[in-house]
């Protein structure tokens, strides 16, 4: 569903440390003189704030009742009609949506991220490209390790113990299934750079085509 009179959406998914945020900085770096977002489904978790802290450790993060899609979604909206957004934080350490926000401009290319951005049809309808991060568990798993320790405050227990008896049930029961509806599907993550090249000069050529390439084209364009 290519489109010339608004943004394009790159949609990125996979598995919990498949390496789907590599694949997306690796392209927003190619076009960091270019009009190019992030755009996170993290930032969508519900607010938890009416639970109490005990309640939340127990909510199943990568279940997709635990997002706000709706709000995702109308805010993904504003932005394909070129109006900004004051898009939500998550307190990972508070497990709650936090009291500030940030203010997003829109962009001529947006790349949505997130493990379950695939299962909802509303969502899917709104990409142009949807790619599938394709990453074995056990790579998956050192990846979360590392990640929840050093940047969200885990210890290792609880995220061997979250991993074993919900990420991995979640992930082949609702990520995995929305692997049929990608249309490029990347093997192991940000080491891909074939795959990485290919995805940059398809969006260089959509953007030369919307006549947002600028002089600086990304290296792979020239």
Do not use: C, W
Not at 150 to 176: A, C, T, W
Not at 186 to 207: C, F, R, S, Y
């Amino acid at each position: 569903m290519q489109t010339t009179d608004r943004p394009i959406v790159i949609g990125v998914t996979g598995g919990s440390g498949s390496g789907k945020t590599s694949v997306s900085r690796a392209i927003l770096k190619e076009f960091s003189n270019h009009s190019v977002m992030l755009f996170e489904q993290d930032s969508y978790y519900k607010d938890q704030s009416h639970l109490s802290f005990e309640q939340r450790l127990n909510t199943n993060y990568d279940h997709p009742l635990a997002f706000d899609t709706d709000l995702l979604i109308a805010q993904l909206n504003d932005l394909l009609h070129y109006e900004t957004i004051d898009q939500p934080v998550y307190d990972y350490e508070a497990h709650t949506r936090s009291s500030e926000t940030v203010h997003q401009e829109p962009k001529e290319v947006i790349i949505l991220e997130g493990i379950l951005i695939l299962e909802d049809e509303r969502l899917r309808d709104l990409m142009d490209i949807k790619v599938y991060v394709d990453t074995e568990d056990d790579i998956r798993i050192i990846r979360r390790i590392k990640r929840d320790m050093e940047e969200r405050g885990r210890s290792l227990d609880s995220v061997i113990n979250q991993y074993l008896s919900v990420v991995k049930p979640m992930h082949h029961q609702f990520i995995e299934p929305t692997k049929k509806y990608a249309d490029i599907i990347i093997p192991e993550g940000g080491e891909n750079q074939v795959a990485i090249d290919l995805m940059t000069t398809k969006i260089a050529h959509i953007l030369d085509e919307k006549g947002q390439l600028h002089q600086d084209k990304p290296s792979v364009f020239r």
